[in-house]
């Protein structure tokens, strides 16, 4: 028989949501009236923009006519779609890059997923604790982790940087040599981001030590303050160090549409076997053009009606809806005591459970006392226990059932 990647089998289940369906099933078989509502999965509630609709039937019918009829498309995006980015998302910031640095994708998860099959496989790796788990799942994938460890509950080989309460959820510098940090802003799941000032320490790290940064930067336009950096490369000398990603996922309802992009500056460079110095833009274009065959005109058509007058406005009335909906949870739930973080400039609140409850009971008992599912914060790392999170993208008339639902429970 042919033998199988062995590195799949040093992955732990996809115990997270999984055991949440799980839980959440038995408890509507045993109460089948219950009123169930979910603030768990982070996906979005809300329909596309007008102007993206708009957009995308205008790219359908231009399918439908010989003459505009579009096949393949280039592997990288279109340039009415990267001119877009980087005209809205960039240059408005002062911040130049050019059009062969931008990848269009279908999603940043595909994204932050493949891009370490670009490094070497004994890259070690450094990710914050709570993570999202593809950071991880994918090192894991590629052998970059070593064995579990059922006690502690880590990978041996993955460098894993703490971010509690204790330190207001900014993780410390790696204390031992990383060659790749996943760093992700407006975090999921705390919701937590670092002013410019804290962004820059990481930046001049990477450059002292020469490591990259892969900023996962999919909840930018749920940013609000002001000292918050919308892209790291407003960080001086970002540019040698950094990758960014970005997705239109969250911002306008593309969860089901599907794009996302990827910025790949071409002042960034690895090493090769040899010690020579290689561009790890010219890399990721071989990966991307071998391995992917771009996104469709219509999603590429509608992703690019965001940046005109009209999506703008519909965008920034999308991520207020949602934001708001972030306000009356994290007022709701501080108002009764509970020590509640993020849902400023990110979609998510993470609390800290009451009575030093672990995450799972906390689970259990919102979701038999109130109804409410959420996402226990352990599943998403060993630091994340004794924490929970609830997201802001149910809908408003939920959103508030749910606020005041946990306020009158005795916690
Ligand atoms: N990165 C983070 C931190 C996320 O939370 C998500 C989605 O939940 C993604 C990336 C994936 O986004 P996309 O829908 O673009 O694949």
Redesign the pocket.
């Known amino acids: 028989m042919t033998s199988i990647n062995q590195n799949y089998l040093e992955l732990q289940g996809s115990y997270l949501f999984s055991e949440i369906a799980k839980r959440r099933t038995k408890f509507i078989q045993e109460n089948p009236n219950a009123e169930i509502i979910s603030l768990g999965i ?1 996906d979005v509630t809300r329909g596309l923009p007008d102007a993206v609709l708009k957009a995308m039937h205008g790219a359908v019918d231009e399918l439908a006519a010989p003459g505009s009829f579009r096949g393949y498309g280039p592997e990288q995006g279109y340039d009415f779609l990267i001119n877009a980015i980087i005209e809205n998302d960039y240059k408005a910031r002062g911040i130049d890059i050019a059009t062969n640095e931008v990848f269009v994708s279908d ?4 994204d ?1 997923g493949n891009i370490q099959e670009i490094f070497s496989e004994n890259s070690i790796v450094a990710v914050q604790d709570p993570v ?1 788990p ?1 950071y991880v799942d994918t090192n894991v994938m590629a052998g970059r982790s070593g064995k579990y460890n059922q006690e502690t509950k880590r990978y041996e080989n993955i460098a894993y940087l703490s971010c509690t309460a204790e330190n207001d959820f900014k993780p410390s510098l790696p204390d031992r040599k990383v060659d790749i940090i996943y760093l ?1 802003y407006p975090n ?1 799941p705390t919701g937590m981001t670092l002013t410019k000032e804290e962004l820059k320490v990481w930046v001049d790290y990477a450059k002292a030590n020469n490591c990259i940064i892969l900023y ?1 930067s ?2 930018e336009a749920f940013i609000q303050e002001e000292d918050v950096p919308h892209s790291i490369y407003e960080i001086e000398g970002a540019k040698e160090v950094a990758i960014e ?1 970005r ?4 911002t306008a309802g ?2 089901g549409v ?1 794009c ?1 992009y990827t910025v790949v500056p071409r002042e960034l460079k690895g090493l090769d076997a040899a010690g020579n110095e290689v561009l790890i833009n010219d890399l990721w274009n071989r990966r991307h053009t071998t391995k992917f065959n771009g996104v469709s005109y219509v999603t590429q058509r509608g992703a690019a009606a965001i940046y005109s007058e009209e999506g703008r406005e519909q965008i920034k009335a999308l991520v207020d809806y949602y934001m708001t909906n972030a306000g009356i949870i994290r007022d709701g739930l501080a108002s009764i005591g509970l020590e509640v973080f993020g849902g400023v400039n990110a979609p998510y609140i993470w609390l800290k459970t009451p009575g030093g409850m672990d995450s799972w009971s906390f689970f259990d008992k919102l979701l038999s006392e109130a109804n409410i599912v959420g996402t226990p914060g352990v599943g998403f790392g060993q630091s994340g226990q004794g924490y929970f999170r609830l997201t802001a993208f149910g809908s408003r008339e939920n959103t508030e059932k749910a606020v005041e639902r946990i306020r009158k429970l005795s916690l």
């Open positions: 982070g999603g940043s998860k595909c932050v999202y593809v992700c999921n996962d999919a909840y990603f997705s239109f996922s969250k593309f969860t599907r996302a």
